[in-house]
């Protein structure tokens, strides 16, 4: 029985660290883009209180809705091109004060 378990267990250590490596391999989907960007677009101090939309196809980003500076605007453009993924952003985003 001790047996079993030592081999159980040496199989577990061995695989798990394989599985992870091959969800690692997986090919990012827009949706996941789309969800990697929101992400670091609401954990910025600068751009995390805005309305930005995030729109992803093939890869090619697109922000549109409002921000209050320059700064803001161009903050969030470079953000969204981090994101491990992202081919493109197209920055619609309009300055306002509203």
């Known amino acids: 029985m001790p047996r079993i378990l030592a081999v159980a ?4 250590l061995v695989l798990t660290p ?4 091959k969800q690692k ?3 990012l989907t827009d949706d996941i883009i789309t969800d990697n960007v929101r992400v670091k677009l609401a954990n910025d101090s600068d751009v995390g209180g805005m309305k930005i939309d995030v729109d992803v196809k093939g890869g090619s980003v697109t922000l549109t809705g409002k921000v209050r ?5 161009s903050k969030a453009e470079k953000l969204a091109k981090k994101v491990k993924g992202v081919t493109a952003v197209t920055n619609k985003l309009i300055i306002s004060q509203d």
């Open 9 to 12: 267990l040496l199989f577990t």
């Open 69 to 73: 500076t320059e700064k803001q605007r």
């Open 18 to 21: 394989l599985a992870a490596e």
């Open 25 to 27: 391999q997986l090919p």
